[in-house]
């Protein structure tokens, strides 16, 4: 033999029979056919022909051998799993199935339902579902040789049950918010959910009508039909339909029709009864007073006939009277009222020829049921006089050989149905297209739908996120502190209560600003059905109120150029003149006086750079910086400038409050503030005047005026007042509105006091204008008062410490500049390598060379400082590193400009402050 079996086993037609024939069984732990067991061979010719799903693991490494039922179970591992260990081709769940068979193996039968197997079959990872039975394959001596697994998949069938325990959840939120008695109930008949107006209407505790329960609420005189009505249509499995009495949360008992249908799955089955309860009260009254009216009328013509006629006559519902062929014989005048019909023009027609097409087939068999039994609420449509048709839901009974019917017009309830559901439509629609952040969570927070806005917004798909917690959800776990907002929140809106604010989060394109909100979803009583989270993406509007904020102070800026011009000017005549005279006097040998000159220079230096200083913190770009602040320093220190920009005409006046309080605010916005309300005053005084600024301490009332409210507290006041030409009512009514200005074309953008607005409420605080034609203008800001902090006053600058021989590399284009700083650190005892840009430092630091410490320009040229640094710390990775720079400090490090072991040292400085900051960085 060469290794195939040589004998036709196993024998059949199918596929699996044939495969394993031709198969080499030499290569499998199996060995050829004609070694197998007995048992083998016996449990082999069982399985095959079966058509249930059944596979063996034989044998201790468990090798496969299964029936053509089960093959498809298995998908792209048949046919090689075939006379292979199971290890070999289940590898991604064997974890999960050696556990089974070796208990199998050990003599125990293992029984599972809907049991989940991750498995690989079809190119990707499934979860999949079996009902399994694994047993034991004993020979004759009564040991295990090996598994016999019977199988049946039931994958779409727990799927269709998970869907459907969906369905049912999403029903049930819907059914909570109706206003009708809505229940269902177990295949068996057993009532198991009530909605909430249930409870409500007849004051019973919630759960108390589950079961069998509900019959205690039934009237005892129709509890016998109602419940019989129920299990006989509970055992045909049609629909349910029966009246009874239910006694309302009074006391009070009122006819009700009671429908219920069955839900079906695919194959038939009833999954579940859904059913309404509806009061009938009314139009059972009516009914039962038609046919009272009838048994009496022989004995009690004349009275009954009266009670008839008013009732007949001043019946708001339509009645009527057929023969059972359907031809009127009577109408009573609610005909008239509801479908401009006379009553005497509607006798000897057909009730046919007033229904709509549609509805005749309806209405015919309407009508034969009536005369045979009552009838119970049939809707259809009857043709009004004008050609319009009205929706009239109808109820009948037989009489006399007559039919008495009762017909209420239902057209609102129909319409205001379908508009319900027209409106559901529209706002799904304007969910799904909206541009802003939407979505559905459950009281406790659970994600149930987001709109393609939410979910594009985390490139995320809808089944990525519903059913998660909604802070454990990608629009706020890349957010540090985000999810913990998120879930303390929601208890704030269980409770009923909307919560709202911005909030910046970390998404896939970046960080955005959010208006984000959380509004609770109420029920008819008030209860908390679901919570819908909104945000708008307001990143745009803050990066354009922020340019607008730019514009504005470069704006004001740029009015400042003349008296600035002006100034620097003067300090460089100052610095020059002085520079001058002491050359002559050097020149001429008389040092006598020098002291005095170069304290001229001096003071001129000191000036022009805290002038520098001061613009380019007033120019650069930056977010609302709030804190503490000493108002009155601010305003001391801002008065030179003030002073440039209203030229000699006008003087300016400061009245500051001895100990004022603190005050929470933006000292560049203040100052923009300032200087703005400044330009205004002097552009209203154009023949000059006279400017105050004055400071108190307020404790204020809380206020509402108009759009202006303010809280009650402690406050800061500051009032800039001018006697100017001011203004009419119209002007200061419209003074805060964005690019509203009287000035000329070219001459003013309209932002300035509308800047000065938007500032005040950001910061907590208002301004006010009082403004008088001819007298003059007075500009109240208000701001919060912030605890006092401890502050310290600047020490003296101390003498640099001398150095101790480090080498520092020292880069400047501008010569005179390197050459103090080359003097100041050789007189402090340091050595230097001077250059005068990157190129010529770079070899040097590409150099064996000892370099302590790289004192480098910013504002090099071809290659900047900064960029210098870079290429440093690739050939020297823990240098130092000292700018020294003519940009704004404070702008430049909030960039990201600093990294660990740099500093930096604003121009111009002190030749102290230069030994000690190189003192400072290479330590004491």
Known sequence: ??????????????????????????????????????????????????????????????????????????????????????????????????????????????????????????????????DISYSPARNEAGEVEGVVCIVDETTDRVLALQRLRDSEAQFRTLAEAMPALVWTATPEGNLDWFNPHAYAYTGAPTGALDGQAWTWVTHPDDLARAAGGWAAAVKAGGTYTAEFRLRRADGVYRWHLARAVPIRDEGGAILRWLGTTTDIEDQKAATEALAHMNETLERQVAERTRERDSAWNNAQDLLLVVSPEGVFRAANPAWRTILGWEPEELIGKHYLDLTHPDDRELKAKALAHASREALNNVEARCRHRDGSYRWIGWVAAPEGGLIYAAGRDVTREREQAQALERSEARLRSVFNTSYQHQGLLSPEGIVLDANPTSLAGIRARREDVVGKLFWETPWFTATPGMPDLVRTALPLVRAGRTVRREVIINLPAGRHIFDFSLRPVLDGAGKVIAIVPEAMDVTA??????????????????????????????????????????????????????????????????????????????????????RPQDVNALVVNFADVLRRTLGSDITLETRLAPSLWPALTDANQFESALLNLALNARDAMPGGGHLTITTANQTLGESSDGAEKRTAGDYVVVQVSDTGTGMVPSVREKAFDPFFTTKPIGQGTGLGLSMIYGYARQSGGHVHIDSEVGQGTTVTLTLRRAPPEETEAPAPEPAAPPGLGETVLVVEDDSTVRMLVIDVLEDLGYRHIEAADARGAIPHLESRRAIDLLVTDVGLPNMNGRQLAEIARQFRPRLKVLFITGYAENATARAGFLQPGMDILPKPFTLEALGAKVREMLGA
């Open 1 to 130: 033999m060469d290794g195939r079996s040589g004998i036709p086993f196993p024998d059949g037609d199918c596929a699996i029979s044939a495969q394993m024939r031709a198969m080499d069984w030499s290569t499998s732990p199996l060995g050829p056919v004609a070694g197998w067991s007995p048992t083998l061979k016996g449990a082999v010719s069982l399985i095959l022909p079966a058509q249930a799903q059944i596979v063996m693991f034989w044998g201790p490494e468990f090798v496969a051998l299964y029936n053509a039922a089960y093959a498809p179970t298995i998908g792209n591992k048949h046919p090689h799993a075939l006379g292979r260990p199971a290890r070999e081709y289940w590898t991604e769940l064997w974890d999960d199935l050696e556990p089974l068979l070796r208990q199998a193996r050990d003599g125990e039968t293992v029984v599972a339902k809907d049991r989940p197997f991750r498995i690989e079959r079809k190119g990707y990872i499934e979860t999949v579902y079996f």
């Open 541 to 626: 509007r803050h990066a354009a109120e922020e340019q607008l904020r730019q514009a504005q102070k470069m704006e004001a800026l740029g009015q400042l150029t003349g008296g600035i011009a002006h100034d620097f000017n003067n300090m460089l005549m100052g610095i020059s003149g002085a520079v001058e005279l002491i050359r002559r006097r050097v020149d001429a040998g008389r040092p006598q006086g020098l002291d005095r000159y170069l304290d001229a220079a001096s003071t001129a230096v000191q000036r022009a750079a805290a002038l520098t200083h001061r613009l380019l913190a007033f120019a650069r770009r930056q977010s609302l910086d709030t």
